[in-house]
């Protein structure tokens, strides 16, 4: 918690004195969990990985938007979940499948060589191009208002946070 997942490579980096070194997948500071590293010549086979499905849990507080999307933000809009454990469902089986999302501002997706995130920082609106993703799995862990737990299994490139908006509406 806390560490970007470049923090954590440059980390291990040191510890293992690696010269060459790389990770699967980009992680934001508020991710937990594991990060699969590769180092010398493994890093040619990260690829791989870096193309494959993943899973999350993810935790949302319904009812609240951030201005980044996440936890991180300042809360910019309140309202009263009034949602039972069907509706919840019913928006799950809705998302399952292939959706098409638009990429946050606030995501590691690279534009002209920055990442978005670095633009939504400034202050600055990016145009960004919907993409189709495939949520192959999306079940309520938990649920106690607000607070929803949902354990997710999708392609590379789905945003839990915009998925979690589209629920919360």
Aim: with cysteine; aromatic share 6%; proline share 4%.
């Amino acid at each position: 918690l806390g560490w970007t997942s470049n923090d954590a490579l440059q980390k291990a980096k040191g510890l293992l004195r690696a010269e060459k070194g790389g990770h699967t997948g980009t992680l934001d500071p508020l991710a937990t969990g594991l990060l699969p590293l590769a180092f010398g010549a493994a890093t040619k086979f990260a690829q791989v990985n870096l193309e494959a499905d993943k899973r999350y849990t993810a935790t949302l507080r319904l009812g609240e938007r951030t201005s980044t999307g996440d936890g991180e933000g300042q809360v910019v809009e309140r309202r009263p979940v009034s949602c039972d454990r069907a509706a919840i469902d019913a928006a799950c089986a809705r998302f399952t499948g292939r959706i098409v999302q638009l990429p946050p501002m606030h995501s590691a997706i690279k534009h002209e060589g920055r990442a978005l995130y670095d633009y939504a920082r400034a202050g600055v609106e990016i145009e960004r191009q919907p993409r189709e993703v495939h949520i192959r799995r999306l079940v309520v862990v938990r649920w106690e208002a607000p607070l929803l737990v949902l354990d997710v299994a999708c392609s590379k490139g789905t945003y839990i946070r915009t998925l979690a908006e589209d629920i919360g509406e």
